[in-house]
């Protein structure tokens, strides 16, 4: 298993900018390909971004050209840049590594390891 850290959340005005990062330790890191979610109160937990260590990155739509993925292999770090945020990116944030096949890249079912989430809440 990976165990999975994350930090970074906080409290931002619109318009402004938070760094997401997301530690792992345990098994090899870079085989897996690593995601962020997030969860709204009240609301089921929604798909943000993947990233594979070959470079491939994938976005709800609602994020993009503001949120940027990326991961350091020297680091085992993945990070999540959050640009432009907006009172409905307030959520309960977390990573996950992908650990088991799956067709779709948004599939949550297919992210095995998860780390405890961190609180992003974004005032207007």
């Known amino acids: 298993q990976v165990r999975l850290v994350e930090s970074g959340g906080g409290l931002v005005q619109a318009g402004g900018s938070l760094r997401l990062s997301c530690a792992a330790s345990g098994r090899t890191f870079t085989k897996y390909a690593m995601g962020w979610f997030r969860q709204a109160l009240g609301k089921e937990r929604e798909f943000v971004a993947a990233?594979?260590?070959?470079?491939?990155?994938f976005y709800r739509d609602s994020v993009k050209g503001r949120f940027t993925i990326s991961g350091d292999n020297a680091e085992n770090t993945v990070y999540l840049q959050m640009n432009g945020l907006k009172p409905e990116d307030t959520a309960v944030y977390y990573c996950?590594?992908?650990?088991?096949?799956?067709?779709?890249?948004?599939?949550?079912?297919?992210?095995?390891?998860w780390g405890q989430g961190t609180q992003v809440t974004v005032s207007s």
């Open positions: 996950a590594a992908r650990t088991y096949y799956s067709d779709t890249v948004d599939d949550l079912s297919a992210f095995g390891s």
């Open positions: 990233f594979s260590w070959t470079g491939d990155t």
